[in-house]
DNA sequence: AAACCGGGGGT
DNA sequence: ACCCCAGGTTT
């Protein structure tokens, strides 16, 4: 029997059940998702584990049911809405795709692997998801679980990311021409759940007789990677001011670079050492913990300070009085910062 | 080709 | 502390 076929029969009985998933029941053979679903929970899943994103694929599906509506929302909405999530140029390509799809396509997803290409946010792994997955089409998919798969299946000691041709070539030979979609999400339901990057559980895997790395006792040690530069640590400081009426000091950030379009606290840039750039005169008021954040290539330790101003204008960000602001709006490392004054607000 | 871009959970 | 994750964009 093909690879695929002992692939797709473990599936239909072991797939897991996901929100944006059509469940492979005997009723249901051929139905196809919801291309926008499809859509928004791969975007969401991009270096984001399942277990993350279920909770904003359901809150954004419940705002905003359509690709129309998504279309048509507020950029701040948006942002938002994905606060925590990370990864913010997701959401700005997010809001961009929609309103692409509206305009350009008549509110239809393109069909094809290079249509889908040319949208913004749209990578080759996501481009062949869609196809795949949203409309039945022969396209390889090839995400960090199915490099891990193939580099053991087939015992490939080529550090990553000079391997990932070999590693897509070894999945193309093996994409089925029928049930593609289901194809995919089987083998990354197979490296999510058996196939795992530590102790794979090799004894349930539907593909162990086949399996090299799994004869030659190297599964657990693939796929190799090249190895990784050490984080420098960053320092700043946060300036949190809160007006007499309540309004608290914003500021929305760039469109580029880190945390792009979110809102954030007002500060000097993050370096080797903490620069001092109040965005107005004050009575500023050190906190005595300080907010520790890892970001992708560096850590950040952020100093808070604080204070209470009248109505003054500020020099850098704006007023957004209290009734529309929202703690959850704010990414992670700027909510650390926000906790900290919350406490010492409560304490005084 | 390499750098940049979050956050959380597992180990 | 280090690993990993349903990657894409920019330089």
Known sequence: MELS???????DTHARALPWRVPPDESRVGMLPDPYHIWLSEVMLQQTTVTAVVKYFHAFTTRWPTVHDLAAAKDAEVMGQWAGLGYYARARNLLKCARMVVADHGGVFPETRDGLLSLPGIGP???AAIAAIAYGHSETVVDGNI???MARLYDV?????VAKPELTALAAILTPQDRAGDYAQAVMDLGATICTPKSPACGLCPWSSACKARVNGTAADLPKRAPKTRKPTRYGIAYIARRNDGAWLLERRPDKGLLGGMLGWPGAE???KPIAQ???NADWQTLPAEVRHTFTHFHLRLTVQMATVADETPDTGQFLPADQFSPDDLP???RKAYDLAKDRLIAD
Not at 5 to 11: I, N, P, R, S, T
Not at 157 to 161: K, R, S
């Open 147 to 149: 490099e891990r798969v």
């Open 270 to 272: 993050w370096g080797a």
């Open 278 to 280: 109040p965005p107005l």
């Open 157 to 161: 000691h080529t550090p990553l990311p």
């Open 332 to 334: 992670t490392v700027m």
């Open 125 to 127: 792994y996501t481009a």
């Open 5 to 11: 076929d002992a692939l797709l029969g473990w599936y």
